[in-house]
């Protein structure tokens, strides 16, 4: 007998054997990582304000002092996430710096893959655990990955613990049980709402404990009485955690007394999304996994199995009471953003179901008729994306690419649920099927993933349109400011500014800017601010900064150098003391008074004397028959009213007269400065009355200049 006639057995395998093994997953693994790698690299700047700036501002001085701070002023580090994106602000360049940021949070999220690797194959074969890693890259979770938000850590970090804590309750040894714990306590650090593995932790523990050789010892020698006693010493343990949970949760005491209903409706909608974007099949497949009786003896799958039930109830339980808290205190939305956890999960658990060789048909059939009502009983939202629910993704393109209503893309759904289902009853086919069942899991596998990656593209695709409708309306470079100043101090100085997201932008792109600062105290976070107001009438302001730089935004005009102005903006280099040139107070960035009767406009020099024009106008708004508003112009010498703003105290001229709708009226009259003009609009119009989506009410437009004399 040769030795070639010798069979090698099936477990012998040579080192080319494996590599040989390695090359469909390696190739797998390349191609999705070339897909979510572009996602990064298209992205042109952030969206998400406040969120993506506070995140930047923390991380950026914890590179420069390695303390956190925003704006200068020292911060709680709210996430370890700022620690772990600090080291790309050491490059000098914004853009590069934010380039690299946008790489390292898709390198460090798609570590999720290893853990989910290893819990993987603790329960089914290396090839099933190369599936669930690989799928653990394609949920919707990755829709966050080029965002600075902590669920780029947070994904990855979850994958750990519960890798950590499937080991612990399988009874591994007490050095796993440290680690999980050790886990648990970290993950805090990372996202206060990874307080739920804890919480997942410590019920999957109990309810392993009751099921297990001591619990089934505790109870051999009860009655029916102990055990209804047992019941309600638990339910009176509830109701105390509960009044201790609401007496430090204001979220939890609103939520659980008054809206527990909206609760459970909007935890139901954040599982649908999920369901959706795992492709559904993952999903009804996963949750039958958490029972098999041929499993009960494997204290492996015992611990998955109840952990993976405890953390859908937690996870579950906080998107529901946040979701509802929201919808109180903000607005109403679908946050299956604070479910993304669970995806990997349920992808190892659907590998588990159709790794047994008798799954339980009561589970399949629980599990479908869940599924089965999280997909069709709920509407899809079809925001271009939806950003608290990227899994509506593959709804979103069939509405996009197909023009497909929610009916039909409710009746799409339903079809894939019924394929869904007839996969998941393989297991019970008793017939020899040969080579089919492993090919129509295959291509059950393939289509899940196209299914998962297509609506996680649709998401992001949507969020990289934003970015760059954002980066086209954005003064180029970006930088400029950073550019103009040398990267020296500048303060920014506007006023009526509000929530507007073109300053967030040019704050995080212009890193010498240290001061978000306005007249009027509307200037928006993260992070601390300060009115400067008159320290004089001639215009001098108080706290000056000692800054060389000035960025001016939305009429106010200082003393100095001015270098660029970009639409609104304009960099100054100023002297010291400051002094503003001009201003105006309560009128919007788009020149209107709105929302209010009452507007000024100051000139402080350096001219004394000279022309000032004003115009007050009405030309947006048209409308035949519509009777005109009067107008009251107060001027006269700057004066400061208890709130140090300019005011006119004793107004050497006044005009009145009637403004029509669709006109305008310029006043001139020579006059020594510092000088301010007063306007009152008796009538304000709303803006729906005249055909436009704007809803404010509106006074009228207005303007000033002083022009000084020869």
Not at 223 to 250: E, F, K, P, Q, Y
Not at 402 to 408: E, I, L, P, V, Y
Not at 553 to 575: E, P
Request: proline content about 6%; glycine content about 8%; charged content about 15%.
């Amino acid at each position: 007998m040769t030795d070639a006639s010798i069979e090698r057995p099936a477990g012998d395998r040579t080192a080319l054997d494996r590599f040989l093994a390695l090359i469909p997953v390696a190739a797998g693994a390349i191609v999705i990582l070339m897909i979510l790698f572009w996602e990064a690299a298209v992205r042109k700047t952030p969206t998400i304000f406040v969120d993506e700036l506070k995140w930047a501002q923390l991380s950026r001085a914890i590179a420069d002092t390695g303390r956190a701070a925003q704006r200068g002023e020292p911060a709680s580090f709210k996430s370890l996430y700022s620690f772990v994106i600090a080291p790309a602000w050491w490059l000098h360049s914004t853009a590069a710096a934010y380039t690299a940021v946008k790489y390292l949070n898709m390198t460090v999220m798609a570590c999720a893959a290893i853990p989910m690797w290893f819990l993987a194959r603790r329960l089914v074969s290396a090839n099933a655990a190369a599936i669930a890693a690989l799928g653990t890259l394609c949920t919707s979770a990755f829709f966050y990955a080029p965002f600075l938000l902590p669920e780029v850590l947070a994904y990855p970090t979850f994958c750990l613990c519960a890798y950590l804590c499937v080991r612990a309750l399988a009874g591994d040894g007490r050095g796993w049980v440290i680690a999980a714990v050790c886990g648990c306590v970290l993950a805090v650090a990372v996202r206060t709402q990874l307080v739920c593995i804890s919480a997942a932790f410590a019920v999957a523990a109990a309810v392993l404990w009751v099921i297990g050789p001591r619990g089934r010892k505790l109870r051999a020698g009860w009655s029916r009485s102990d055990t209804a006693g047992a019941a309600l010493l638990c339910l009176g343990a509830l109701i105390l955690l509960n009044a201790l949970i609401s007496h430090h949760s204001n979220e939890w005491a609103v939520v659980t007394q008054t809206y527990r209903s909206r609760m459970w409706r909007l935890a139901l909608e954040a599982g649908s999304a999920l369901v959706i974007g795992l492709g559904i099949l993952p999903a009804i497949a996963g949750l039958a996994s958490l029972w098999l009786p041929e499993r009960k003896g494997d204290p492996g799958w015992r611990a998955f199995a109840a952990f993976t039930g405890a953390a859908i109830f937690a996870f579950g339980a906080y998107t529901g009471i946040k979701a509802a808290y929201l919808s109180v205190t903000f607005g109403t939305f679908v946050e299956e953003r604070n479910l993304i956890y669970l995806a990997p999960l349920l992808i190892v658990g659907a590998l588990v179901y159709f790794s047994a060789r008798r799954p339980s048909p009561v589970a399949l059939v629980t599990s479908s008729i869940v599924c089965g009502w999280l997909v069709l009983g709920y509407g899809y939202q079809l925001g271009y994306p939806y950003f608290e629910a990227p899994g509506y993704g593959i709804a979103v393109m069939a509405n996009r690419a197909f023009h497909w209503d929610q009916d039909t893309i409710r009746l799409a759904l339903a079809a894939m649920f019924v394929v869904s289902i007839v996969v998941c009853a393989l297991p019970f086919v008793r017939r020899p099927l040969g080579l089919v069942r492993p090919a129509v899991l295959g291509i059950a596998a393939l289509g899940i993933a196209v299914w998962a990656l297509a609506g996680e593209v649709t998401s992001a695709r949507g969020a990289q349109a934003a970015a760059t409708q954002l980066d086209a309306n954005l003064p180029q470079p970006l930088d400029w400011v950073d550019r103009l100043s040398g990267g020296s101090g500048v303060t920014y100085l506007g006023q009526m500014i509000g929530n507007d997201i073109g300053l967030a932008l040019t704050e995080f792109w212009n890193r010498s800017i240290e001061h978000i600062w306005t007249l009027d105290g509307t200037a928006p976070g993260p992070g601390a601010t300060l009115t400067p107001d008159l320290a004089r009438p001639d215009g001098t302001l108080r706290f000056d900064p000692g800054l060389p730089y000035v960025l001016t935004d939305n009429g106010v005009s200082m003393i100095g150098k001015t270098l660029k102005t970009n639409g609104s903006l304009s960099l100054v280099r100023v002297t010291h003391p400051w002094r503003l040139r001009e201003t105006y107070l309560g009128r919007s960035p788009d020149g209107w008074i709105a929302n209010r009767h009452d507007g000024t406009y100051a000139y402080f020099g350096p001219a004394k004397r000279g022309l000032l024009t004003v115009d007050v106008s009405r030309t947006g708004l048209c409308a035949p028959g519509k009777p005109p508003t009067r107008v009251t112009l107060r001027i006269g010498p700057v004066a400061l009213n208890s709130q140090r703003a300019p005011v006119v105290t004793h107004p050497t001229t006044v005009r009145r007269f009637l403004l029509p709708f669709c006109k305008h009226r310029p006043v001139q009259l020579r006059t020594t400065a510092p000088v301010a003009v007063e306007m009152h609009v008796d009538d304000l119009a709303l803006g729906t009355d005249f055909g436009l989506s704007d809803t404010r009410e509106f006074g009228a437009q207005f303007s000033g200049s002083f022009k000084p004399s020869r």
